[in-house]
Structure formats: C-alpha cells, structure tokens
C-alpha cells in the first residue's frame, strides 16, 4: 500500500497536528532546554502508542550553544591581539600569533564536529535522542535510519532573510580566513617588529569585534518556535513510522532516531553515529530537515568550512526514488548543515531532505520567529510522505 491511497489525508493530517504540538503547545525547543526534553517525550510517547518496538531514549552531552562558542573564540584572539598591542614586545606578539592559531583551530574543529578547548569553557549538557524500531515483515535483508531533529534554533537577524543568511556564511569563512591570517601576521611582527605588520595586524581586530557582538547578539535572541526547522522533519517521520507498522517492508528493518542538539553542532546524530552498532554502517540514512514549505530537494553538499558531498550512488537513489514517486525532487548545496553532514564525514549513505519555494521572491521562515504552523504548507508534508515511501520501497526491493 503507497501513500497515495486513502490514506494520504489523515497522514498529512496527522502530521500538522504533531507541528502543531511541537511549535504551539510546547514551542521553543532550543538545544538541552526543557522544552526540547519535552519534545522528545512527546515523540516517544507518540512511537510507544503507534506500537513500535524498542522505543528508547539516548542520553548524551550536547552544547547549550552554538554562537557562544564561536563567540569565545573570537573574544579570545581580540584579547591576545590587545595584550600585544599594550605590552608592544616582540614576545608578546608572538603570543598573539599563538593564540590567534589556536583561535582557527578552534573555529575550525567546532565547524567540523570536534572536541575542541572551548568545550572546556562552556560545558555540556544532558539531551536526547529518542529511537524506535519498525522491523520488517520477512527476514531483514536492509536496513534504513531515518532522523530528523527535535530542537529550534536562535533567531538573529543575520537569519532573518536569505541575503543576510548568504552574507553571515561568507562572513563565517572570511573570519576564519583573518584567524589564519593574525597568526603569520602576529609571529612575523614578532620577529621582525615592521610597523607596516603591525598595522595589518591590528587591523584584524576590526572584523572580530564586530563578529564578537554579531555572535552575543545571537546568543541572546529568543529561540524559534521551529514549525519548519524542524517540526516538519519530525512530524514527517512520526507519520512515516506509522505508515511503516500498517504496512512495513518486506526485506528492510527501520530504524526511528528524533535527535537533539543539532542547531547546535548536530551533537545527537554525533551520539548516535558513535555508538552506532557495525551492521548501520551499511544502512541507508535519510535525515529530514525543514520539509514543510514549497518544493523538496536533496542537500548535495554541506558544512560552514569544510564541505562534504553526498555520495554519487546516493544521488542515483534519491533520483529514482523521484522518478518512482512522480515528485519534482530539486538538487542544491547547503550553505550550512543538517544531521546528514554526520553520516557524510563518516562514509555513510546518507540522503538529506529539505524543503524550499521555487520563487525567488519567497522566503522560508527558518530561525526567525515567524516560523510557525501557520506557515506550514500541508502540500508539502504529503510530497515529503510520499517520496520517503518511494525511497524506503526503492531500498526494499534492491538485491544485497
């Protein structure tokens, strides 16, 4: 039985009414906060009662934060930079050469999922993710992953429309690129004390204050109440998971994971990925992030620095499962992330779902406060639905 039958509409149905829960009746879930623990409460009750099996809770650390983090960064390589310039010796800017690597180095390793010495600053706190079984109806052959992310993100107004988002990532890379730049700079003026040198490296001090109170700006700001990002992904993988016991696959076990902490260093799908057992290194994984507006299409690439690509086998997948479903699946870059980025870095298989306007005039409400079940467009949660099902029976069908 596909999702196109009779029972499309309740799906879908069903599906706005779980956003609606997640983004009116509990609202806001910023990463580690009660509301997230209250999200994902509500989504392994919901698992439980549609009567999956082995629906448990993974407890980890995840950040509290994500512009406070790189914020420290920048404030500690400001302060190296004023130290130099008030102490005026030849050590002293070699310090803040030092301290303007380690500065990248941390910028760097929190972009791409590291530990790094600013967790030793702003400490952990406890999250979850909620993961849930639907095993298939024979003798399992396959397995497929299926995530998507409880927690909401800040809102500042670096994201409150696309030119600002495309000018905060360019900016991101370009105070990375002056972190690199402070640390020749700082070590040369050290050793050869030319007033020229020291000019350019004082001048660095500009974009980093600037970014020091972009990030406590963002900080600050009040956490979205996520009906797109990302009460759609996971209202989607409810209805899917309750498809799935009605009618599950012939060949394929499915796996449920409702992660946390992603808006701030996909810290949940790192937990999953690492405690992972050996046999989901052959899954497919399919993260759904934001598919509640306009038309979907799959991330072909992500990351704030370093980029990881989707895998080419993957994009066939995704292709035919496109064909199979008759949705105009779309084909773009991120420029940021989604909890698929794990699965990537690690060589996974791995497809990332989204969903956006084809109108250039329109605009998603991602991190900002508009974004509300209001502006879900119920449409779009049954493309999503139905393309998932052609993707998962794709998978089902294919010889080991």
Known sequence: MTIRDHTSQPLTDRAYAHIVHLAGDIGPRGSCTQCEHKAARYVA????????????????????????????????????????????????????????????WAMFAESDFHPNWTHWLIRSRPSHNVIAWCPARKTPERLVVISAHVDSHRTPFFNSNATWQRWYNLCFRLIFLSLVIGTGLGILVGVFDLTLLKIFFHTLGLPLAISLLAFLHADNTPFSPGAYDNGSGVACTLTIAEHLIQNPLDSTDVWISITGCEETGAGGMLALVNTMPESWRQALWVNLDQTGIGQLYIRLEEGMLRRYAVQSSAIQLARAAAKASGVNLREHTSQAFSDAIIAHKQGLLAISLGASPTEPDLETPRHQMSDVPSAIQPGTLHQTQLYVWSLLSIWDRQEQ
């Open 45 to 104: 009750t919901t698992l439980h009662d549609l009567g999956l099996s082995d629906v448990h809770t993974q407890e980890f650390s995840g950040s509290p934060t994500a512009y406070g983090r790189y914020g420290l960064v920048f404030g500690v390589a400001l302060l190296g930079q004023i130290m130099a310039g008030l102490i005026q010796s030849g050590w002293s800017y070699i310090a803040a050469g030092v301290i303007f690597a380690l500065s990248a």
